[in-house]
């Protein structure tokens, strides 16, 4: 399995401005995706994070406002801008270890609160 | 891409076994079924995957029809911790698309 830390756990931010989240793996993986969770509600996908280049956004979402960094097979961002209380929800990462494509993990999340 | 159909809640004795049904009728041939459980909004947590066969493990048992319309997934000995939010997904490419999952409660 895949450990995986996610930074913040929890922010409570103002409306207009940007939070970035990182999510880190303890091991290479050859896949990185980005949920959003809004209260109640189920898992959605935002994105998938592409290791050196742009990452491919799901329909409905848009890399304005959801730019994705992946430097390198252990890492990415999920930057958050603009925020509205809309954004208010549970941020997810989860990986697909190398070797292990059957297999996908996730992180414990990051709780924001936009007011 | 497939979806899934889940009630959106169950009960279950503690020690019964748990059967959560899943319906995926657009599965198409090389698409794998998976199932995860989300504790209280945390990470949700892999629980068991299969293609075409049953499949078991220490935690549960994947039963899918033969054809790969619906499946079940047993707890066999459910206990106050496998209260949860159980998802059925069925996993296209490399993506992974949630319904609306089952919330299970164990009831003592």
């Known amino acids: 399995s895949a450990v995986i830390s996610q930074k913040p756990s929890r922010d409570i931010c103002q409306r207009g401005t940007s939070l970035t989240i990182q999510c880190q793996v303890d091991?290479?993986?050859?896949?990185m995706f980005w949920y959003r969770q809004q209260p109640g509600q189920s898992l959605t996908l935002i994105a998938t994070a592409n290791q050196g280049s742009e990452a491919t956004y799901e329909s409905g979402f848009v890399i304005d406002k959801f730019p994705i960094s992946r430097p390198n097979l252990t890492f990415s961002t999920l930057t958050v801008s603009n925020m509205s209380p809309e954004d208010s929800s549970i941020y997810l990462c989860s990986v697909v270890p190398s070797g292990a494509y059957n297999e996908q993990f996730f992180g414990p999340g990051t709780r924001l609160t936009v007011l | 891409d497939a979806k899934t159909t889940q009630p959106p809640s169950m009960d279950c004795a503690e020690g019964r076994a748990a059967n959560l049904p899943c319906n995926h009728s657009t599965i198409s041939g090389n698409e794998y079924v998976y199932w995860y459980r989300q504790i209280h909004s945390q990470g949700p947590q892999y629980i068991i995957h299969g293609l075409k066969n049953n499949e078991t493990n220490e935690m549960a048992s994947l039963i899918i029809t033969e054809d790969r319309k619906s499946s079940t997934l047993i707890l066999p000995h459910a206990t106050l911790r496998d209260t949860a939010v159980y998802y059925c997904?069925?996993?296209?490419?490399?993506?992974?698309?949630f319904g609306t999952g089952t919330s299970l409660t164990v009831i003592p």
């Open positions: 997904i069925v996993r296209t490419r490399n993506q992974f698309y």
């Open positions: 091991s290479q993986v050859t896949m």
